[in-house]
């Protein structure tokens, strides 16, 4: 209940009428009921005049009541023998003052809860990619001073996925059952522990290394689950496309920021200082969201209940999962096509992303040091147009579209699109139109977080976390084989060729995406 003000005027004749006359020796305590709450004014005696008084503390004769930072003021007024009580506001015990006065709260309590959660889990993957392209900068000075040859160099990269694969199905099965809250916090502290140690591990040694390494990635492969499982409780569907985006938006900007300090941490303090400082931001992040965030509204005593209420209104089940339902869900053909679908997207991505430098030094004739440079290019252009397509969808259903012909829209963009740009990068001749060709590429292939990585909460919003964990084990397998598949093709053919593999799967994903697909909820 809000709350609320009280008009009462009584009529100038409401004294002299012997209707109303009151015992001259007696209190009368009146009770005015107004819908839920509960009022209570007080009638002194009459005095001399024949005037009621309302009690009051004050000298002047003024009646105030306070209620958050909000006073009301009445005063009597005996010449015109009328009690008048104007604008003033009553609260009833448990209820908040809310949004309706205005002055109430200052405005970082009046912002919404839910976007304070999409903000912390936005700021969560930031640090996520920050902790994890650090290594491709400092795997250089690194490599340098132990001798590592490029196989070991090779090795030590790809050991950050051991540990990924192996919690994404986990991670997403753990948030469903006790909550994103935990899960997510666990990932944060576990993978900020990691990049920390990795240091002193790789000084202790070569396999050393590799479990430090792996456990990072064990960290950071539940995180994307726990998110989803978060985000599916928190988010309505009217909103939920660009807050996936924003959240999405936060690696782009993680792996921006990772590759524009480490160079400078390093030359400045050494390489080892670059795992220092990024894992030692985890710490800050945990304790701001241990005090602030929740697994679901209805664990939030401090949210406000218009929120809730708005939160709620087309929420899940409020029972917490017990088991999966592995076969119900494996047997439902959009599920299938989400796993396709993140092999297919995840292919291009990776190989775009992992071979980009060598693209741009072995084709372009870029040095390495301008190869570097470019390759922030793509992630300003993905984290831009993931909130420009977050935006368009949530318009396209506040408007009255279906949430399937939005999801199959926007994903037809996140593949086609890169397929278009693929294939134009044979038929340029500068460097230039091929930089931007690739940027392109990448700016419509953000698209996809409002296609196919919003639709785990879609179809099966319990069972968002393992959805996702599901299809990105898919999606990691795809950046793992794409990224061999993609030296063994250069090795015996070239550039061309390995953008048309990814070109037919694009193509194929967008068959799968627009024949099998729903954004209708199909499993409760």
């Known amino acids: 209940m809000n709350a609320r003000a009280l008009l009462i005027s009584l009529p100038t004749d409401f004294h002299s009428s012997p209707k109303h006359n009151f015992p001259p020796d007696i209190s009368v305590s009146r009770k005015i009921s107004c819908s839920e709450s509960l009022f ?20 002047d004769g003024s009646v105030r009541r306070r209620v958050g930072r909000v006073w009301a003021e009445v005063k009597s007024d005996s010449a015109s023998k009328a009690v008048k009580l104007e604008d003033v506001v009553f609260k009833r015990e448990g209820d908040d003052v809310d949004g309706e006065l205005e002055s109430a709260f200052p405005w970082w309590k009046e912002f919404p809860k839910r976007w304070v959660i999409v903000v912390l889990c936005f700021s969560a993957f930031l640090l996520c990619n920050m902790d994890r392209v650090n290594m491709s900068i400092a795997i250089l000075p ?47 502290v576990w993978w900020s522990v990691a990049t920390a140690l990795t240091p002193v591990a790789a ?63 390093i030359h400045d303090f050494g390489w080892p200082s670059v795992f220092y400082s990024f894992g030692s931001l985890g710490t800050v992040w945990v304790a701001v969201w241990l005090s602030k965030a929740y697994s679901s509204p209805l664990e939030d005593p401090e949210l406000r209940p218009e929120e809730k209420k708005l939160i709620l209104k087309n929420s899940v089940s409020k029972e917490p999962v017990k088991s999966i339902p592995w076969r119900l869900i494996l047997s439902k053909s959009p599920v299938w096509a989400l796993i396709v679908c993140h092999f297919c997207h995840n292919w291009g991505t990776f190989i775009l992303l992992t071979w980009m430098p060598t693209y741009y030094n072995q084709v372009l004739k870029f040095n390495l040091t301008d190869s570097g440079l ?47 740009f693929l294939t134009q990068l044979s038929h340029v001749n ?27 909460q879609d179809i099966a919003p319990r069972y968002s976390g393992v959805l996702l964990g599901l299809s990105n084990t898919a999606g990691v397998l795809a950046g793992v084989f794409g990224t061999a598949a993609t030296g063994y093709i250069l090795q015996h053919g070239s550039w061309d060729d390995v953008f048309k593999v990814s070109v037919g799967l694009y193509l194929f994903g967008t068959v799968v995406w627009n024949l099998f697909s729903t954004g209708e909820k199909i499993i409760d």
């Open 142 to 188: 690194m490599s340098q001073e132990f001798k590592w040859n490029p196989a070991t160099v090779g090795l030590i990269q790809s050991s950050f996925f051991w540990g990924y694969l192996l919690t994404q199905i986990a991670g997403g099965i753990w948030a469903d059952k006790v909550g994103g809250k935990k899960v997510l916090a666990f990932g944060v």
């Open 374 to 420: 470019l390759c922030v290019l793509p992630w300003l252009t993905m984290a831009f147009s993931a909130n420009l397509g977050g935006w368009i969808a949530d318009t396209l259903v506040s408007k009255g579209l279906s949430v399937t012909i939005v999801r199959k829209i926007m994903q037809s963009i996140g593949f086609l699109g890169p397929a278009f």
């Open 40 to 59: 209570r004014l007080r009638f002194l005696p009459a005095d001399r005049a024949g005037n009621r008084r309302v009690s009051s503390p004050f000298s």
């Open 203 to 265: 000084k202790v040694g070569l396999p050393f290394l590799l479990v430090v390494r792996a456990l990072m990635g064990i960290g950071e492969g539940v995180a994307m689950p726990a998110m989803n499982n978060l985000l599916s409780k928190w988010v309505p569907v009217a909103e939920r496309s660009r807050s996936l985006a924003l959240v999405y938006s936060g690696m782009y900007l993680g792996s921006v920021t990772g590759l524009a300090f480490s160079p400078f941490l």
């Open 430 to 456: 500068s460097p230039g139109m091929a930089v931007l060709c690739m940027a392109c590429s990448q700016g419509t292939d953000a698209f996809s977080q409002s296609g196919l990585y919003s639709n785990h």
